[in-house]
C-alpha cells in the first residue's frame, strides 16, 4: 500500500492528557484521534465529521525533534454570561456574580515539536490529502492540540511499503504489545505513555493503548512485530481507528 509522509512542526504543542483538569499536562507527541484533527483541518472535514470520515484511514506518527518540555501560566478568561451562554463582554455585571474575569492556570507545553506523520487511505482520498499537502494548502487552520499554537507543514513523499514479520527497529511510536525484546546493548531513552486510539464520532473515547517512543527522536531498537517498511527505509506502525486495542474500562 502507498503511505503519505510529510512533518509537522511549530514552536510549542499541546496535547492534553485525558486524567489532567486543572493543570493540564501533554503527551509528547499527537494521539491518533489528533492526527486525525489534523487531517480533517487540511481536508475541510468540520468538527463533527473528521473523526467518521477518517475512520478508515491507516496513521503513524515519528518523533523527530527531542521531547523538551516547559510549564507557564496562562490567562483564561470567563467567556460564560449569566444565562450560561457564551457572552464576550468583560463587564462583571454580565457575569452571574463571579468575582473575576480571569484566572491563571499551568500549561505544559512541548517546545520545538517536530513529528513526521504517515498515513494510508484508499487511492481517492490519499491523493486529495498528497494534492493539499504537497500544495502547501489547508481548508482550515492547522494546529499543535490548541488553536493558539499554529503549526506547520511540509511534504516528505509518497512511498510504497510493505509488511514484516519481525523488525530490529522501529522508527515510529509504537504499541507495547507488539515488542518482542528491548535491545540493551543499545543506549536509549524510551518513553511510555497510554494514550487513546479509539474515538467515536461523540469524540468519546472508546480504547486507550499503551505505546513506547524515543524521547530524543529516532529509532527504538529491539525485535518488533507488525511493522511496514516504507521505500525509504523507515520501518514504522499504522493505527487504524477501528481496530481492536486496550478496552476503556480494561485502562482505568
Do not use: C
Request: net charge positive; proline share 5%.
Amino acid at each position: 500500500m502507498k503511505v503519505l509522509v510529510f512533518d509537522l512542526f511549530g514552536d510549542l504543542g499541546h496535547f492534553r492528557k485525558f486524567y489532567t483538569t486543572s493543570s493540564p499536562l501533554t503527551f509528547p507527541f499527537p494521539p491518533q484521534p489528533t492526527i486525525r484533527g489534523i487531517i480533517g483541518a487540511i481536508m475541510g472535514f468540520g468538527k463533527e465529521e473528521y473523526l467518521d470520515k477518517t475512520k478508515d484511514i491507516y496513521v503513524g506518527v515519528k518523533i523527530v525533534n527531542p521531547i523538551k518540555k516547559l510549564r507557564t501560566g496562562l490567562n483564561l478568561i470567563f467567556t460564560k454570561g449569566s444565562s450560561g451562554e457564551f457572552d464576550p463582554t468583560l463587564d462583571l455585571s454580565r457575569k452571574g456574580g463571579n468575582k473575576t474575569l480571569r484566572t491563571q492556570v499551568k500549561f505544559e507545553f512541548v517546545k520545538d515539536p517536530r513529528y513526521r506523520i504517515y498515513i494510508s487511505a484508499s487511492e481517492e482520498f490519499l491523493n486529495k490529502l498528497t494534492d493539499m499537502v504537497k500544495n502547501h494548502k489547508t481548508y482550515y487552520t492547522v494546529s499543535l492540540g490548541l488553536s493558539e499554537l499554529l503549526a506547520d507543514f511540509s511534504f516528505v513523499g509518497v512511498f510504497d511499503s510493505h509488511p514484516i514479520d519481525v523488525s530490529d527497529r522501529a522508527d515510529s511510536v509504537i504499541p507495547s504489545r507488539i515488542i518482542k525484546e528491548i535491545d540493551i546493548r543499545k543506549v536509549q531513552k524510551i518513553g511510555k505513555e497510554r494514550i487513546p486510539v479509539v474515538m467515536d464520532s461523540n469524540r468519546t473515547v472508546k480504547m486507550y493503548e499503551d505505546v513506547v517512543f524515543n524521547v530524543e527522536g529516532g529509532a527504538i531498537y529491539g525485535k518488533f512485530t507488525d511493522l511496514i517498511k516504507l521505500g525509504s527505509g523507515e520501518v514504522i506502525y499504522l493505527w487504524k481507528q477501528s481496530q481492536e486495542s486496550t478496552p476503556i474500562q480494561e485502562s482505568l
